[in-house]
Each structure stands twice: as structure tokens, then as C-alpha cells.
């Protein structure tokens, strides 16, 4: 006799491929190019599963823009630990975070919870987990090559990461200059001992 999964199984497996479609959609369109229908049949799943598991379509990009964050920060890590010098580490991280392609999705979605208060909770609890790992690779490398930073290491995380987020958004906005203008390698203290 076929065995099928259980409704929370099947439940997780689809919110699940919802979620990874948006990511993949949105990562090479627009969000206001992306229909909800689009989504859905990327995923084999209704339009309507999408109110569901998400509540609407801003939802599910906010939490995909935040996936591909979390996701695309992780391309940071090994750039990181080929790096011999503080100077060439703090170069690195600067130069491959303000070029990882989620980061301006991430700021349209936090813009996004602007407009959408309820959608806030998402945001903090992304963010909270972005600055916790960011903190914990970055204690990994100081440990690593005997670096300090002439600050807590949570503190140095959020400000890089703060920072990140903001030469985007400033550049996204219609600002004259790029966001590579901004000295995003400065606001890391990594230092020999």
C-alpha cells in the first residue's frame, strides 16, 4: 500500500519550493514583474498557496530577499579567509559585499516592511541572524590570524553590514556617485595585534 507524506510534511516540502522559486525569480527579475501565478507554477504549487503559507506576495519577498541574503553573505566567507593582511581582509569584504546581487533586493525589501508594519517582525528576526553570523565568522577569522578590531566583534558586524546596506540604498536612490564612493573597507577596525 503507497505511503504519502503527511499534510505538515507536504505542507513545509511546498512552502518550501514557494519560497525557493521567489528567491530565484526575484534574484533575475523585478518584483513588480514577478506575478504571483509565476511563482506558483515555478513551484508546482496554486496562486492561492501562496496567501497561505505567506499572506501575500509583499511577504513572500520579503522573506526571499532576506534568504538571499542570508544565502549571499555566505559568499563572503571564503573571500574572507584568503586573506593574509587586515588591510587585504578588510578590501575583500568590502569590495565582494557591496557587489553580492541581494543586497539591493534586501534593501527594497526593508523598504518594503516601511510600508507594511506587520511585515517588520521578518525583517528584525533576518537582520538579528545576518549581524549573529557575520559576528561569529568574524571572531572565527580574528582567532584565526591573531586580528583584532578595536571593538566588540557584534558591534563590528552590524556597522559593516549597516553600512553595506546603506552605500546601496544611497546609490539605488539616485545618488550621483556609486556605492563603491563610500569607504566601506574604513568602517572595518581588523588590525594586526
Known amino acids: 500500500m503507497p505511503t504519502s507524506d503527511p499534510p505538515r510534511s507536504r505542507g513545509r516540502r511546498t ?13 533575475e527579475h523585478p518584483f513588480g514583474s514577478v506575478s504571483v501565478a509565476e511563482i ?23 522573506h526571499a530577499a532576506f534568504l538571499m541574503l542570508l544565502r549571499d553573505a555566505e559568499r563572503l566567507e571564503p573571500v574572507g579567509h584568503r586573506q593574509r593582511t587586515p588591510r587585504a581582509f578588510r578590501e575583500a569584504m568590502a569590495r565582494t559585499a557591496l557587489a553580492l546581487p541581494a543586497v539591493p533586493v534586501a534593501v527594497q525589501a526593508m523598504s518594503t516592511t516601511r510600508l ?4 517588520r517582525p521578518v ?12 559576528e561569529r565568522y ?33 546609490s539605488e536612490s539616485g545618488f550621483g556617485g556609486r556605492s563603491s564612493d563610500i569607504d566601506l573597507a574604513g568602517v572595518l577596525t581588523v588590525h594586526e595585534k
Not at 40 to 62: C, E, M, W
Not at 116 to 119: H, I, N
Request: aromatic share 10%; hydrophobic share 55%.
Open 15 to 27: 512552502r518550501a519550493q514557494l519560497l525557493d522559486q521567489a528567491v530565484a525569480l526575484f534574484a
Open 40 to 62: 506558483a507554477a515555478a513551484a508546482g504549487a496554486h496562486p492561492n498557496q501562496i496567501t497561505y503559507y505567506f499572506g501575500s506576495k509583499d511577504a513572500l519577498f520579503v
Open 116 to 119: 507594511r508594519p506587520e511585515l
Open 123 to 134: 525583517a528584525q528576526h533576518n537582520l538579528t541572524l545576518l549581524f549573529r553570523l557575520a
Open 138 to 170: 568574524l571572531t572565527v577569522v580574528l582567532d584565526r590570524h591573531g586580528w583584532v578590531v578595536d571593538r566588540p566583534a557584534a558591534v563590528e558586524a552590524r556597522t559593516f553590514w549597516s553600512a553595506v546596506l546603506g552605500a546601496r540604498l544611497i
